[in-house]
């Protein structure tokens, strides 16, 4: 989710589940400790729970980065081990990490002998087309060794050659019995499977043997979905939340952001494109929040005329034929 679950996105997120807990997007130790620690590390309180996702090889520096993430409030730390990307493999982390499970047992160690907060882990079920259930057992013993309680598995294998990042979430198969088979053989551990999760029957069916869900794409497209699960998943009552109210909450969020930071609304706006996902009128909605002509605008001018257009496309619909 680099570039996507930045501190607007889960400001955003946060409006529509209370209790779900986010997660950043993966930030590069490295980058926490030369020089972009506020940048990396900034977060609303109101996003809480949260947990910070680091990217990175060297146990020193993540365990650094780790304590950083602690001391500006983040409740867990997440190490990856399932992203595919060129870029993530040239600084030799991401997936390409499962391939040393005792360099990643190591920096688990390192990380929680720096911290109160939770270590985790987020790993993939393998490395490339050989899809042997043993290699990602032994990495889990491994790691769990070191005093990993927490796995989230993403259910495909990462094919770290000859497909792109993208076609890596689509092309290599989803095998959640692998996650299944993980569980029984760890029952002690703590195991989320994600990967293709994109309804509530489908998400009810992993929770009966799992212990939890990650959802990532899915949520960022369709973020309503979000609004029914504190009463679905945590027991919660159910939230009589409009989306225009959501919509408003954000607008009051970039003049915010705009006051105390300069920034600009679009770099906010972007992450709600999808509220008003499968409306009539929505087409229209999205493109005057993603029109770059209207930059200079307030927000909430530019809302005014987003609900205008999508108002129109309304209105023309319940006429008499």
């Known amino acids: 989710m680099l570039d996507w679950t930045d501190r607007h996105c889960r400001y955003f997120h946060r409006l529509l589940s209370r209790h779900a807990l986010l997660y950043t997007e993966m930030v590069n130790a490295g980058a926490v400790l030369h020089g972009g620690t506020e940048r990396h590390l900034r977060r609303n309180e109101e996003e809480d729970p949260v947990a910070l996702q680091l990217g990175g090889c060297e146990p020193t520096a993540l365990a650094l980065a780790a304590r950083q993430g602690e001391a500006w409030g983040y ?43 939770p270590v985790t882990v987020k790993h993939r079920i393998g490395i490339g087309r050989d899809e042997s259930y043993d290699f990602v057992r032994d990495f889990v013993g491994q790691v769990a060794d070191a005093g ?5 598995v993403h259910a495909r294998n990462a094919w770290l050659e000859g497909i792109s990042p993208k076609q890596n979430r689509e092309i290599p198969p989803l095998r959640y019995e692998v996650v299944h088979r993980l569980k029984a053989d760890f029952p002690a551990l703590t195991f989320a499977l994600n990967g293709g999760l994109a309804s509530d ?17 899915e949520a960022y497209h369709n973020p309503w979905w979000l609004a029914r699960w504190d009463a679905l998943y945590f027991g919660a009552a159910p939230q009589a939340l409009e989306r225009e109210a959501i919509e408003e909450a954000m607008v009051d969020y970039m003049a915010r952001e705009q006051t105390r930071y300069g920034t600009p609304w679009p770099s906010v706006a972007r992450h709600m494109l999808g509220l008003r996902h499968g409306l009539r009128g929505a087409r229209l909605w999205r493109q ?34």
């Open 75 to 117: 409740q867990e730390i997440n190490l990856n081990c399932g992203c595919p990307s060129e870029r993530v493999q040239r600084g030799a982390f991401g997936a390409s990490l499962m391939k040393e499970p005792q360099l990643v047992a190591d920096c688990v160690k390192a990380m929680r002998d720096a911290v109160q907060v």
């Open 288 to 321: 005057v929040w993603s029109d770059h002509h209207l930059k200079e605008w307030p927000a909430h001018a530019v809302m005014v005329r987003a609900r205008a257009a999508q108002n129109a496309v309304q209105d023309r619909a319940d006429q008499p034929a």
């Open 201 to 217: 029957d489908a998400v009810t069916a992993q929770l009966a043997g799992l212990d939890g869900v990650m959802i990532g794409r």
């Open 148 to 152: 990993c309680e927490v796995f989230i």
